[in-house]
């Protein structure tokens, strides 16, 4: 085992001393002067190294016996590779399965599963929950009506209903459901219709219509009051402008006729004794008026 780590040490103080191999070595293999070069290293460390040992250490040298050589590429090499860097390997395979699946679970559950449910919802929606609304909301109004206008009215709307749901529209179904439902609340109401009669309030207007500056439209200034009192707010379309408002005030265009009689009873006192103008029953959609209207309205006027 001596000799064999002398032999061993020699090699390695050959490729350490590069000089060496070059000045002997490189110079026709001259043996002797290497062994010669060799003996005197060691003596200087006080190392005493046999002949046999050298010439052991030279031969190995030459054979590469203590050299290692990296085995060639191939599929063994790759194998042993990566087992030997198993932990390593195993951290990144780790972080890139848990990244894999953090991305499946991130889109099954932010995208997938949330657009199928919608899917399934719009499904049920269009199938169940629409149509059963639609119904009970058409039900509701037709039981309320007592009118030719307002049953024709609910059923158009329900048809509407029932074609956006055929159609998968179901923003349109929405939309006829919510108008059965204000039909049905236009339909149930009660009120009087009274001229306004307050001090510093316009009883009536008259207005120049457009286009025909030789004209003039009558408007009574009325209000809806419910039985318990309340004035109510109500959708009025102006025939000026053509735009709907909720007002609790409004201009009925009347009979010139009706107009100044109106005109003469609140100049006789200061009162109007006959200011109920119409009265709107259950189950009509518009209020029976005590003269023969003209069908128009205002929504605004100079007081």
Do not use: C
Not at 16 to 41: F, M, N
Not at 158 to 170: E, L, P, Q, V
């Amino acid at each position: 085992l001596d000799e064999l780590m002398l032999a061993m040490d020699v090699v390695d103080t050959i490729r350490h001393r590069e000089l060496i191999v070059e000045r002997e070595l490189g110079q026709g293999d001259r043996d002797d002067a290497l062994r010669t070069r060799l003996r005197e290293i060691y003596k200087t460390q006080g190392i005493e190294v046999s002949g046999a040992a050298i010439d052991q250490g030279i031969k190995a040298l030459k054979e590469s016996r203590f050299a290692y050589a990296p085995p060639a590429p191939g599929l063994a090499r790759s194998l042993a590779l990566i087992w030997v860097s198993r932990k390593r390997i195993g951290k990144w395979a780790a972080a890139i399965v848990f990244a894999t699946a953090a991305l499946w679970g991130t889109f099954q559950y932010g995208y997938v599963v949330p657009a199928r449910q919608a899917t399934e919802n719009a499904l049920i929606e269009l199938t169940q929950t629409l149509p059963a609304e639609l119904q009970s909301a058409y039900n509701a109004a037709r039981i309320e009506a007592r009118v030719e206008e307002a049953i024709k009215s609910a059923e158009s709307l329900k048809r509407d209903g029932s074609s956006a749901i055929a159609g998968k529209n179901a923003a349109g179904a929405r939309d006829a459901i919510a108008a059965l439902q204000t039909l049905r609340t236009q339909l149930i109401q009660t009120y009087r219709l009274i001229v306004v009669s307050r001090s510093g309030a316009s009883s009536g207007v008259w207005r120049v219509p457009d286009g025909n500056s030789s004209a003039r439209n009558y408007y009574v200034i009325v209000e809806a009051i419910a039985p318990g009192g309340q004035t109510l707010d109500l959708p009025v379309t102006s025939e000026e402008t053509g735009r709907t408002t909720t007002v609790s005030a409004w201009g009925i265009r009347v009979p010139e006729s009706f107009f100044d009689a109106i005109k003469r009873d609140k100049q006789d006192n200061g009162i109007i004794e006959n200011n109920t103008i119409g009265e709107k029953h259950r189950g009509e959609l518009k209020p029976r008026l005590v003269f023969q209207a003209e069908g128009g309205a205002i929504t605004s006027w100079d007081e």
